[in-house]
Every structure is written in C-alpha cells, then in structure tokens.
C-alpha cells in the first residue's frame, strides 16, 4: 500500500489536538458570552468612535497650519486606552478564543495536509477527510468574518461559541464514526478535478454553516425568547448582514462547484447531469439558496422567512453530505465506511 | 425578477363588457404568474418535487434498486408508481414546475431588459434636497470655494455617472449589477434550451466488446448492447465510426482495490470509414476520466471482465471455439458466471443438431481459491480456474425466444431436454471428455470491456450558459448599485461646506464602509478644516 503509516499517524494526533484545541476554543468562547453585558448599546458607539478617530487622526498629521493642530486637539483619546474593567474580562477571553482558533486552524491544516502526503493524493477522498475540511473551511471563515471591520465591532466576536459547538460535533462524528485509515482512491476518482471540485464544494459547505447559524440566531433574536440569552445578541440587523454577506460569497462558490462537478461527471461518467442522488440533491440545496436570494428582495419575505429559507438551505446541504453518502447509493458513493 | 409589471397600454376603443373581464383576467393572470412571490413558491416547488429523486429509487439509475422497492413495499410502491415518483424528472408534473418557472422567468425578464436599457441611458437622479435623511451622511467643512471643490470631487468620483450641476454632483455606480443579474437569468434559460437539445437530439449506448483486437461500428442501434435514444433519434443517421479494442490492463492494489484501468484502442473516425482508408487505425489509450472523444461522439470506458474461450471438439472432429464474455457477480474479486454455448457444426438434420448443443456454464474465477468449491480471492487475473456444469441437448437457441447470453434457458433444463453431463473444475490447458467421446478444453481467458458510446449536441452550449450564469451571478451579487451625493455651500473665507449623502439602492447590506472611504480620501484631498459631525 503506497501510504506512509508514520505521516498518517502524526496526521491523526494533529486531528486530536485540533479537536482540544477548538474544544479550548469554545469554552473560552462560552465565557465570553455569558461575561459580556447585554447587547453592547455602550460598547459599540464607543468602538465605532474609536474607528473615526484613527480615520480622522493621519489627516490631523498630514494637514498644514494651525488649525490641523487644534483640530487635532479635540479628538477625544481612543477609548482603547481606557480600558473598562467590566468588559475586558469579556474582550480577554474573547480575544483567546480567536488565538486559539488560529492555532487549531493551523493544527488543522497541518493534519489534512499531511493525510496527503501520506496518501500521496488530495486529501479529500473519504467522509472522514471530507467533514475535517468542511469544518476547516467554517473556521476559516469565520476568522475572516471577524478580520474584517465590521465583524469586530458590532458584537460579531461572541457568537463564536454558537459556531464551534457545530463544529466540534462534526469535528467528533468525523473522527469516530466516520473514520477511515488513509489509503489511495478508485480509478475515478484520479483526475484533478477532484482537487477543483471537491475542494470548492467543501469551502463552500463550510461557508454554509456561517450564515446558517446567523440565521438561527437572528430567528431567536427576533423571537425575543429566552430573553435572557437573545439579549446578548447583536442587533438583528447585524445577525441578517451576516448571513446575507457569507451566503454571496458561498453560493457563487457552490454553483462553480457544481458546474466542474458537472464538466468531471461528462470525463468520468458519460454525462453531465444525470439526477444521481448527490446531484439532485445538490440541485434542490442551489434552488433553496435561490430562493433565499430572492426572499431578500421581495416584500414580506426578508425578514423571517428568508431567513427560515436559509436554514432550510443548511439543512439540504448537511443532508447532502451525510444521509446521501451514507445511506443512499449512488454514483457519489465514495463515503469509505464499505 | 420584478415585483412591478409596467401596466400595459389600455386599448383605443372601449371593449365590451366581458371581452374586458376575460382581458381582466388574463392580465390579474399574467401579472400574478410573474411576480416574485410566485417565483418564490415555483422555486420551492421545484425544491420539493425533486425531493423524492433523491430519496427513492429511479428507474433512469438502477431499474434493480425499483423492483427492489416494489419487492420490498407492495402496498406503496404501485402508488408511488402510478404518480411517476420511480421517474420524477420525466413526469409531466415535474415539467410543469419548471416550464411554469420558465415562463414566470421571461415575463419577469422581458420588462426587465426594457427598464435596463431605460436606465443604462439615464442620467443620475437629481440630488435630494434634504440628504440628513439618506442612510449615509456626513458633513465637513473644507478650503476651497465651491467651484475648485466641485471640481476635485468630479475628479475623484472617476466611474460613477453623475451629473454637475452649480452646487451639487449626483452619482451613482454598480450598473453592472443589473447587467449580472440579466445575464444570469437570460442564461438560465438558455441553459435549459441547450439541455433540451440534448434530450432530442442526443442517445447513449452501451457495447460490451473482447479486448483481442475486436471491433465495434458504430453503424446502427443493434451493435448496441443496450441502447438510450434521444426523442427524435431513430437510429440511422449515427456517425458511423469504428473502434478496435487492442488489450486491457487493470492494476491493483494489494488488498484488491482497482488502481487504474487502461483500454489500448485503434480508432477511425467517421470520415476515414467513410473513405474507406481501412488500414489507418489511430492509437488512443483509453481511461476513467480520459475519454475517447471522436467529433461529436464519446467513448468511455464503464466497466470490464472476462471471457473464458472454450473449444470442443466432436468425436467426428469437428471443432468449435466459443468465446463470449461472463458477467461478473462480485465486483470485489471479479468471480463471474456465464455460459458459453456450441451448436454442432455439420449436422444437417436440425432436431439432431439441436440435441447434441453443448453449454459449458459455471462461474470463473480470475485468481481461484483453490480446492473443490472454486470461489475468487483477487480482482487480477492470477491463478485462473472455472468450475464448470457441461449441458448436453437442446439449448432453445432456435426457438425464437429471446435468452440471457449469461445463463443457459432454465425451461430447457426442467423439461429435460438439457441435462447435465459433467460437472468439473478447470484451469487452462485443462480438458474434459464426455461419456460419447466429445472433448471440451479451455484454452484461455480473454478480458473484455464495457463501453459506453454518448452523443450530446448540447453540451457544449450548456457549458457555455453554465459560465455564463456564473460570471453573471458573481457580478450581481458583488456589485451594489449605489447613489452618492455631494452638496457644496459656500462657509465664508474661502471655506466650503461639503454634505455628502448615500444611498444602497439594492439590498439591505449598506455600503457604509465604501462611503466612509469615499468621504476620507474626498475630505484628505481638500485639506479639511475640521472633522464634521455624521
């Protein structure tokens, strides 16, 4: 067998350290959420003023004569260095929550990378290495939900803990049940398009599960119930932004997906499209995110309902990625749990 | 696709009474079909009607898995049958969900394009009067007279249309989202035509073919093993090209999982047949996921096996060599079965013939087990041996019923008019003699292979509208159409008062960060005097 027992075991003891690490990660998450004050109304105005005064402050430098100097004068000093000790306990923990991400998403990394190198192939071949890239994509994505300004300074931080329990069960379902020793793949699946689909296809299963659970929170927010966890929620507003932003991003990337899993089918089975179970599937997963688009635009729809019609997109397509591999046979049968 | 139809011109002269109902009518009709809501529900319609393809059985995929179904639900399974639920993306259900869908797309499409084409031409609208009230708003007040700032906003505001007028500019950006959002729905019905072309003017057919330099023509639809026309396909005006199967190779691993199959072909295209340049067969190696493609045919290659070659020789000399591919029954260890049937040569009296036909039937392992019950072990052939039943009589090859090239006809064996008369286990090289002298002697295994011959005039138009679609996704859903606004003021000693406003004209997702850039690098140029309130 052309697999290297040693990588392949350093592989698996990333993936356990990934899993503590992410477990780490959530927990400190979880302290994060039940430390902070409710709903920010104090802390966001003070972030955003914080924004506009390093805007402000390279102009106040540059700008000649006197008047830029006393302009300067009246920019209050950034709220930054005054720091409250209410809310840093929160900040702290939130911000080792994020630390930790970084560094299990590296372990992550490290431990899919090397299942390749011990398979000598992609390492997206069974379910096992499918569900660990799903879930390395979602973290990936939601660190760069929070790089991005919008997303530190509205409160995005703490939903962290709602993110990494999904996660982490799949992270433990992936390396339990779904397990399979590293080993090389069948004939057909031995194209590069292997390497473009299935890559594409998890990124974009993994953005998925972003705005899903924004839109499972921003249904509990608007509910209003249980009133004393939705009120640390960030505002409705920021919840739907948030779903609406990852899903642009992730349906783009799921319809590439599907038309080179559509340009592989016609090299390897003699069709482009032909309703295997995967496909339709697939299709039904591309029409529910359709209509989410469009329950955006239409009056009376996007509020509650498109964002039930995300969830439902979630659902088809975690259902997609376990009840059709497992249960259903298909072309798309390559789950590795024979 | 739009909420608002424009209403369409009301006619000259005064229609009678119900005329205007039924125009009524029609136009409630038209205008509900076309609205987003009912976009909305045809969309989850057509969500929902593909469920059951995915959770039951089709028959397109595996007519087995639905004989499985009836077998194991005989109460439902007639019921779901009789709705078309065994065959969901052929049912006229089915094709009304979408073509309903089609129709709401064009009627949303074509007022549409017509306000596009109005709007591409338009200049920006006028700037408001009041621009506190627009969701982003900022002031600043900044050196410069109100003409010198003017003019370095026009500057800066390169690629947006606007318009200029004394004290203020109007712009506005993101045309292309219109642009993206036209193309991507123009393509999916175009897609959706060259997927249709395909259905009509495209088939399928499967030919199983001994990789010891057979051939296979593609001249007509009985070559075919198995045949899948497309509507308006009859079969006689197939591209009539020939392939040769040289040899087939398959590698694996050692815990028998296939690594690579390999067919060694000679091709000729249509042309050269036709030109009837024989000789000339081109090489191609043919592969999973390497297709032979030939103009507008494809060859792949599905699946692969062996085929035991038998020769028996009668006691007056006579010989016959059988060859015939058996089917494997194990797709793990490739343990097939089969049955390879004689009819004796030189025989005029045909009851007489059809009484001393000969089948040699059993199964065949590629790498045997060993011992008396022969089972297979490895997918390669190694270690081949087939445990054979010998029939002897009559095998109904002249009855005009049609039987499985696989097995022997089991009505013949009940009557008694086929019986067994040896029963052993061979490897090659080996013979059998039967009580009346005849000898059977497996020579060899031969491997042959599976393939699949599609045609499909559509595809590449479907690829291009796949693209399409994606290009024009991507453009709408990155691009805002956005408004901004600058209103100038004059402040006194040479300052200026500069009232920025704008406006997301598509979705709720804002462009706050966009015009906060926009206001820094505007305000930086100009040298501001102060930071203004927002």
């Known amino acids: ?338 | 696709m739009s909420t608002t139809i424009p209403a369409p011109p009301a006619a000259a002269p005064p229609p009678p009474h119900r005329t205007r109902a039924v125009l009524a009518f029609a136009r409630n009709a038209w205008r509900g079909l076309t609205s987003m809501r009912t976009a909305l529900v045809l969309l989850f319609l057509l969500a929902l009607a593909s469920l059951p393809g995915a959770l039951l059985p089709q028959r397109s995929l595996n007519a087995q898995l639905v004989d499985q179904y009836f077998a194991d639900y005989p109460q439902l399974a007639p019921l779901l049958d009789k709705v078309g639920a065994f065959e969901v993306f052929a049912t006229p259900w089915f094709a009304a969900i979408y073509l309903l869908l089609m129709i709401s797309l064009v009627g949303c499409l074509t007022p549409r394009t017509v306000e596009y084409w109005r709007a591409m031409r338009q200049r920006p609208v006028a700037t408001p009067r009041n621009l506190a009230r627009m969701p982003h708003h900022a002031v600043d007040v900044v050196e410069g007279t109100p003409d010198q700032v003017l003019d370095r906003m026009d500057a800066q505001l390169k690629g947006w249309r606007r318009v200029r007028s004394a004290d203020t500019i109007s712009a506005e950006k993101g045309y292309l989202r219109e642009t993206g959002n036209l193309v991507f729905h123009v393509s999916i019905v175009g897609l959706l035509i060259a997927m249709a072309v395909g259905k009509l003017f495209g088939y399928e057919g499967q030919v199983i073919v001994l990789a010891n330099g057979s051939q296979f023509c593609n001249t007509s639809i009985l070559g075919y093993d198995s045949f899948r026309p497309g509507l308006q396909v009859d079969g006689t005006e197939l591209a009539p090209f020939c392939i040769q199967v040289n040899s087939f190779q398959a590698d694996y691993l050692s815990n028998g999982q296939p690594e690579q199959y390999r067919a060694q072909l000679g091709y000729q295209t249509a042309a050269q047949v036709e030109s009837g340049d024989a000789a000339d067969w081109q090489d191609y190696e043919l592969a999973v996921n390497h297709p032979l493609r030939i103009d507008g045919e494809r060859v792949y290659l599905l699946n692969h096996g062996y085929a035991p070659r038998f020769t028996v020789t009668w006691p007056d000399g006579t010989q016959r060599t059988g060859e015939i591919q058996w089917q494997p029954v194990d797709l793990r260890t490739y343990l097939s079965q089969g049955a390879t049937k004689f009819e004796r040569p030189g025989i005029a009296d045909p009851a007489e013939r059809q009484r001393s036909s000969i089948a040699v039937t059993g199964l065949f392992a590629p790498t045997s087990s060993g011992g008396q019950v022969v089972t297979s072990t490895f997918p390669d052939l190694l270690a081949p041996e087939a445990a054979v039943d010998v029939m002897r009589g009559d095998l109904g090859l002249d009855d005009g019923r049609g039987q499985s090239i696989f097995s022997v006809d089991q009505s013949k064996v009940d009557s008694g008019e086929l019986t067994r008369v040896a029963r052993e286990n061979m490897v090659p090289g080996q013979s059998i003699t039967l009580d009346d002298g005849t000898q059977i002697r497996f020579d060899d295994v031969t491997q042959w292979v599976a393939l699949q011959i599609s045609h499909d005039p559509g595809q590449e138009a479907v690829l291009v509208f796949a693209l399409l679609m994606l290009g024009g996704l991507a453009l709408s859903l990155s691009i805002k159409r956005r408004r901004f606004w600058v209103r100038v003021t004059p402040e006194g000693e040479g300052r200026s008062r500069v009232e920025l406003g704008g406006l997301a004209r598509t979705d709720r997702a804002g462009y706050g960060e966009e015009f906060d850039r926009l206001r820094t690098t505007l305000t930086d140029l100009l040298e501001p005097t102060g930071s203004g309130a927002r």
Not at chain 1, 33 to 49: G, L, N
Not at chain 1, 115 to 143: D, F, H, K
Not at chain 1, 145 to 150: C, N, S, T
Not at chain 1, 273 to 300: C, M, N, Q
Request: one cysteine or more; a positive charge; proline letters at 6%.
């Open chain 1, 1 to 338: 067998m052309p697999v290297d027992p040693l990588l392949s075991q350093y592989s698996d003891l990333l993936f356990e350290g990934t899993v503590v690490v992410y477990l780490l990660a959530m927990v400190f998450s979880a302290v994060e959420y039940v430390t902070a004050r409710q709903s920010t109304p104090a802390a966001e105005p003070a972030e955003v003023v914080a924004v506009a005064a390093t805007s402000a402050e390279p102009v106040a430098v540059s700008g000649s004569a006197g008047s830029a100097g006393s302009a300067a004068d009246e920019i209050p000093p950034p709220p930054v260095r005054t720091p409250k000790p209410e809310r840093s306990r929160a900040d702290r923990f939130g911000r080792m929550a994020v630390s930790l991400t970084i560094l299990g998403v590296l372990l992550h990394l490290g431990s899919i990378a090397l299942r390749g190198l011990a398979a000598e192939r992609w390492p997206l071949g069974n379910m096992y290495e499918y569900t660990s890239a799903v879930c390395l994509a979602a973290m990936v994505a939601w660190l760069v939900v929070l790089q991005r300004g919008a997303g530190r300074s509205r409160g995005i931080r703490r939903l962290g803990v709602f993110l990494y329990a999904p996660i982490l069960v799949l992270m433990v379902l992936a390396g339990t049940v779904l397990y399979a020793q590293a080993a090389p793949v069948v004939p057909a699946l031995q194209s590069y398009w292997l390497v473009i689909h299935v890559t594409t296809i998890t990124l974009s299963t993994g953005l998925f599960i972003v705005p899903g659970v924004a839109s499972i929170l921003y249904l509990m927010k608007r509910s209003g119930r249980p009133a004393g966890f939705v009120a640390k929620l960030p505002a409705q507003e920021t919840l739907d932004r948030l779903a609406y932003r990852t899903t642009v991003v992730a349906f783009p990337m799921f319809t590439f997906a599907v038309i080179c899993g559509a340009i592989w089918a016609e090299a390897a089975w003699g069709r482009f499209w032909g309703w295997d179970p995967k496909e339709t599937v697939a299709f039904i997963s591309w029409v529910v995110y359709a209509a989410y688009l469009h329950a955006r635009a239409t009056a009376g729809w996007r509020h509650a309902p498109a964002a039930w019609i995300n969830i439902v997109g979630l659902a088809t397509v975690i259902f997609n990625l376990f009840f059709v591999n497992m249960v259903i046979a298909g072309l798309h049968s390559y789950a590795g749990l024979g």
